[in-house]
C-alpha cells in the first residue's frame, strides 16, 4: 500500500502558522477518525502530538492543531519556534486494520 | 517504555529476531506494532499484534518473511525476520498502540538498527 501523501517540505519564519497536509484515500484517512500526528527530531523516536484527528495528549502544546476534510488531513502549527524544526508525520488506521504512515514532512523556521 | 534489542549487522538471507521489553503499563490489553525508518527515509510500519496476541497484520514488504509475536507473561513483543533483503537494512521501533487492537501509536521505543549487508 502507498504511503499517505504529504508535501516534502514547508517552511515558515517565527510567529506564523504553517499548515501541513496528509492525503489519503477512503480506505484510510476518509475512512476512519484514527489520524495521528508524529514530530520527529533527527535520530530521536517520533511523538505524538495528535490523535484521533484532532486530540492533543497531555503536555503537547495549544499551537499544534489537527483537522481532517474528507481524505485528507491536517496539521497546523501556529506560533512557529525555532524548536518546531523537524520532521512531521501523518498516520491512519486503513480499511485492512493496518496503519499507514505518510511519506514525511521537513518543515524548515526560516 | 519500551526497550528494542536484537539488531545487528546480518547477510542477505539471513534471519534476525528482535525483541522489546516493555514496562510501566498493562501491556496485555494494548496491541503492539513495529515500524522502520530506512537511513534517510520516512516511516514504514511493519507489523503489528492486538493485545491478546489473536490478530496479527503484517505489512505486504513483508509479508510471509516477517512474524510478529508476543508474551504477555514477560510483557516482550518480538519481531523475526527472515530471509533478509538490502532493502530491510533500517531502525526499527517497538510501538505501543492505543488499544488492544490496531489503531494508532502512542508510544514509541529508541529503536534498534539492522543492517543487511554481506
Known sequence: QSALTQPASVSGSPGQSITISCTGTDSDVGGYNYVSWYQQYPG???KVLIYDVT??????SNR???SKSGNTASLTISGLQAEDEADYYCSSLTS???LLFGGGTKLTVL | QLLESGGGLVQPG???RLSCAASGFTFNIYGMSWVRQAPGRGLEWVSGISGSASRRYYAD????????SRDNSKNTVYLQMNSLRAEDTAVYFCAKDRRMTLIAVDNWGQGTLVTVSS
Open chain 1, 96 to 98: 485492512s486494520a493496518t
Open chain 1, 55 to 60: 486530540n492533543r495528549p497531555s503536555g503537547i
Open chain 2, 14 to 16: 539471513g534471519s534476525l
Open chain 1, 44 to 46: 530521536k523516536a517520533p
Open chain 1, 64 to 66: 499544534f492543531s489537527g
Open chain 2, 61 to 68: 514488504s513483508v509479508k510471509g518473511r516477517f512474524t510478529i
